[in-house]
C-alpha cells in the first residue's frame, strides 16, 4: 500500500493517481464505442456527457487518494462503479472495484474491502473462463487483488479463508516474476506466516526458508555488482574476482550451510509486466513491487568473518540507516545484517504487514535468526539495536538467550522528553480516527538531531515513515513501557548500552535506570559526550566508537561463558581425563 501511505519524492502523485483512475475507463472514445453499437448522435451525445462526468469523479477520486482523504474517495469510486454499469461498452468494473477495495482497506473496513476485491476477483476469473487466459495487464490486477483479498482475511484474523488466496498468490507471483525474484519471496514469506498461524510447522518452515534463501539472493546480487561481478553463477576469467565471487556467496549463505539451494534460485523475470492502468504520461505502477528485502547485508569479501551483527532500527527509520555503521565494522571482518521493522521500510510495499506490529518483530527475528544461526555456526552472534530497536533487541535476549551471545543496545528506554505533549496529540487524534496516521515522526526527527542537513535527509528518504496511526502509537508506547520487567529477565546475556549526553528526545535517567533493572553482571554502560539521540545509525557513525565497540564484541564472542546450563553448547570431555 505504499503507492498511497508514502508521498512520492520524484513526481507529484496526486495528479499522476488522478490520471491513472481517469484512464481506467478513458480507453476508447465513447462517442466512437457508441456509434459503433448504432446509437443516435443524440445518444452519443448524451453517453460522452455521462462519462465526462465519470471521468471528473475519478480524477477526485485520485486526488483524494493522495491526500489520504479515503472516506472521500470511497464514496466517488462507488459512484463510478453505478455509473459504469449503466454505460455501454467495455466495463471497467473489475479495477473500479479494485481502487474501491484499497480505499476501504486504508480505512481498516478489511470486510467491505475484501468484498469489494472479491469481486474485481469474479469478474477477472470470468474473463479468463472466456478468453482462455488473462492479458498480461490483467495477471498483474488479479495479483494485486489475491493481494489485498488476502490482506483482509489476515488483518481479521481469518487464516484459513486466507489459505487458499496466499497460495494462488504465490503461484501467481512466481509465474509473473520467475522463482528467484525478490516479490516471490515476499510472497513465500506471507504464506509461511499464515501457515504457521495454523499450526502448519512443516510447511511454514519450508517456506520461510525458500524466503531467506531468495532474500539473500537479492543482497547477493546487489554485492556482485559492486564488486564488479557480472553473474553469481558463472565463473570469472579473473583469478582476483573468481576469489571475490566464491567469498561473496559463502559469506551471504552461510559459512558452514550445506543445504541445497532452491531449483529456480536464478531464475527472475526482471521486465515483468506490472501495470495494469492504461495511459502513457507516465504513470505509476498499479502494482506495487519490492525491491529489497526486509534484511540488508553488509559484507567484506577481502576479511574472514569475525562474527555477525544483527540491526534493529529505531522509530520512523529502516533497515539501510544502519549504512554508516556497517561499512565500519565490516571493515574488521564482522557481518552486518539489519532488518526492518514491521511496519517500517520494506515492509511498507508488503500488504497487510505495512502497520507497525513489534510483537511479531520480535518473533520474525527469532526465525530468521535461528536460520542465521545455523548457517553460521561458527561465528558468534550479536543483537544490536538503536532507541525501539534497542529495546526489541532486549525483549529478544531476554525470550531468546540461546540465539544471541551478546547485545548492544543504544538509547533504548521508554520515557522521553515532551512526553505530556506527545500523549495529548496522540489522544486527540485518537478520538478523532483511530486508524488515521498523522505526521508524529516530524518531532521524533527534531528532538534526534540539531543539524538540518540530517533533518531534511530523515524527512526527504522514501523510504522512512514519519506517519503512524494513534493505535500504532499505543501499542508502541506499550511496548516500550515494558522494558524494564525483560531487562530483569536478561540474567546471563552480556549487554553494552549507550547513551548519548546531548540526546534530546530520550531521557537520560531513563535509561540509567534501565540499565539498573539488567539482571546479568555482564554489563557495561557508556555515555558519549557530544552524541545526540542516533549513535549507530547516524548519517556518519562516529569512528573513535569502532575500536571499543569491535574490542567488547570479540570480549564477548563465547556464550558458553555467561548462558546456563541448559543453554550452554555441551562439550565433549577430553579422553586424557
Avoid at 96 to 119: F, I, P
Avoid at 137 to 164: D, I, T, W
Wanted: overall charge positive.
Amino acid at each position: 500500500m505504499q503507492k498511497y501511505y508514502e508521498t512520492n519524492k520524484n513526481v507529484k502523485i496526486s495528479q499522476l493517481t488522478g490520471l491513472c483512475l481517469l484512464a481506467l475507463l478513458s480507453q476508447q472514445p465513447s462517442m466512437v464505442r457508441a456509434q459503433e453499437q448504432g446509437q443516435t448522435v443524440s445518444e452519443c451525445a448524451g453517453q460522452a456527457q455521462a462519462d465526462s462526468s465519470i471521468e471528473k469523479e475519478l480524477k477526485e477520486a485520485g486526488a483524494f487518494l493522495c491526500e489520504k482523504k479515503y472516506a472521500e474517495a470511497a464514496k466517488l469510486l462507488k459512484d463510478c462503479l453505478e455509473r459504469d454499469k449503466k454505460q455501454s461498452g467495455e466495463s471497467r468494473s473489475d479495477l473500479l472495484h479494485y481502487w474501491l477495495a484499497d480505499s476501504l482497506y486504508l480505512l481498516s473496513r478489511y470486510d467491505e474491502a475484501g468484498l469489494e476485491y472479491e469481486k474485481a476477483l469474479v469478474i477477472l476469473n470470468a474473463k479468463k473462463a472466456k478468453a482462455g487466459q488473462l492479458t498480461d495487464k490483467e495477471r498483474a490486477l488479479n495479483l494485486a487483488c489475491l493481494r489485498g483479498k488476502a490482506a483482509c482475511l489476515s488483518s481479521v484474523k481469518n487464516y484459513a479463508a486466507a489459505e487458499p488466496y496466499l497460495h494462488d498468490l504465490s503461484t501467481l507471483t512466481k509465474e509473473i516474476f520467475g522463482g528467484g525474484n525478490i516479490n516471490y519471496g515476499w510472497s513465500l514469506l506471507n504464506e509461511s506466516e499464515n501457515l504457521a498461524k495454523l499450526g502448519k510447522v512443516k510447511d511454514s518452515q519450508e517456506h520461510f526458508r525458500h524466503a531467506i534463501y531468495l532474500f539473500r539472493k537479492c543482497n547477493m546480487d546487489r554485492i556482485m555488482s559492486e564488486y564488479g561481478i557480472k553473474s553469481a553463477i558463472a565463473k570469472e576469467s579473473e583469478t582476483g574476482k573468481e576469489v571475490i565471487r566464491k567469498r561473496i556467496w559463502r559469506l551471504v549463505f552461510g559459512t558452514t550451510n550445506k543445504k541445497e539451494m532452491p531449483t529456480d534460485l536464478m531464475e527472475d523475470k526482471k521486465n515483468a509486466q506490472v501495470n495494469f492502468c492504461d495511459g502513457d504520461l507516465g504513470l505509476p505502477n498499479s502494482l506495487t513491487v519490492q525491491t529489497e528485502a526486509p534484511g540488508w547485508v553488509w559484507i567484506n569479501p577481502h576479511r574472514e568473518p569475525a562474527g555477525i551483527i544483527i540491526c534493529v532500527h529505531g522509530l520512523g527509520l529502516h533497515h539501510r540507516s544502519f549504512d554508516s555503521f556497517a561499512k565500519q565494522m565490516i571493515k574488521e571482518g564482522f557481518i552486518v545484517i539489519a532488518f526492518d521493522v514491521r511496519g517500517f521500510g520494506s515492509y511498507l510495499s508488503s500488504q497487510g504487514q505495512e502497520k507497525l506490529d513489534l510483537d511479531a518483530c520480535v518473533n520474525d527475528l527469532k526465525d530468521v535468526v535461528s536460520e542465521i544461526k545455523g548457517d553460521y555456526k561458527d561465528q558468534p552472534l550479536f543483537m544490536l539495536g538503536e532507541s525501539m530497536g534497542g529495546a526489541i533487541a532486549l525483549r529478544f535476549a531476554a525470550k531468546f538467550p540461546e540465539l544471541t551471545d551478546g547485545v548492544v543496545c543504544a538509547v533504548p528506554a521508554s520515557k522521553r522528553y515532551k512526553a505530556g505533549t506527545t500523549a495529548l496529540t496522540v489522544a486527540l487524534h485518537y478520538v478523532s480516527d483511530p486508524n488515521r496516521p498523522f505526521a508524529i515522526g516530524k518531532k521524533v526527527v527534531e528532538q534526534s538531531t540539531s543539524r538540518s542537513s540530517e533533518r531534511q535527509k530523515w524527512k526527504q528518504d522514501p523510504s522512512s515513515r514519519l506517519e503512524l496511526t494513534p493505535k500504532e502509537l499505543l501499542a508502541f508506547q506499550k511496548f516500550m513501557n515494558e522494558n524494564t520487567f525483560y531487562a530483569k529477565k536478561i540474567t546471563h546475556t552480556p549487554v553494552i548500552v549507550f547513551q548519548g549526553d546531548e540526546d534530546r528526545l530520550v531521557k537520560k535517567s531513563s535509561t540509567y535506570a534501565l540499565f539498573d533493572a539488567l539482571a546479568t553482571k555482564q554489563k557495561t554502560l557508556v555515555v558519549i559526550g557530544g552524541a545526540e539521540h542516533l549513535i549507530f545509525e547516524a548519517p556518519r557513525f562516529k569512528e573513535d566508537i569502532t575500536s571499543g565497540i569491535v574490542g567488547w564484541l570479540q570480549a564477548h564472542g563465547a556464550r558458553c561463558e555467561y548462558l546456563p546450563p541448559e543453554f550452554s553448547p555441551k562439550r565433549k570431555t577430553p579422553k586424557h581425563q
